[in-house]
């Protein structure tokens, strides 16, 4: 999986790390169960602050994403640690992007046709 930090986007790089790492996960390039590199070596690969690198396993690691596990690293965790906690924050940050779109003028059908192109595009690339 190749991660692109784009240092002029509005998005924090720590944020696109995350971004990248669950779109990878979603895309099935990186499994259940796998580790993530050291904070150390991700952070040398990807030319950024270790801290950056760090934020972002904890980002991950609060979404329920990746488990730390001292002395082995990030672990990506499994879709059956899944729980209501993530589907709450989940629907927590759906609200308000939905009630965006409905403001700009999108039907309930354009929003369900958009997601689901969105999870198309994800699967099948």
């Not at 696109?16 to 169960?33: D, L, M, T, V, Y």
């Not at 002395?71 to 939905?98: M, Q």
């Amino acid at each position: 999986m190749l991660i692109r930090i784009e240092p002029e986007s509005d998005t924090p790089i720590y944020a696109q790390i995350s971004n990248q790492i669950i779109e990878g996960i979603a895309r099935g390039f990186i499994q259940p169960g796998e580790s993530l590199p050291s904070v150390r070596a991700f952070a040398a690969d990807l030319g950024v602050n270790m801290h950056t690198v760090n934020k972002s396993y904890h980002q991950l690691e609060q979404k329920g994403i990746i488990r730390i596990v001292p002395k082995s690293g990030a672990i990506i965790s499994s879709p059956h640690d899944f729980t209501e906690v993530s589907y709450n924050r989940l629907k927590d940050d759906y609200k308000p992007l939905i009630a965006e779109s409905l403001v700009l003028g999108l039907s309930k059908k354009q929003i369900q046709e958009l997601v689901t192109a969105l999870i198309k595009d994800i699967k099948e690339e």
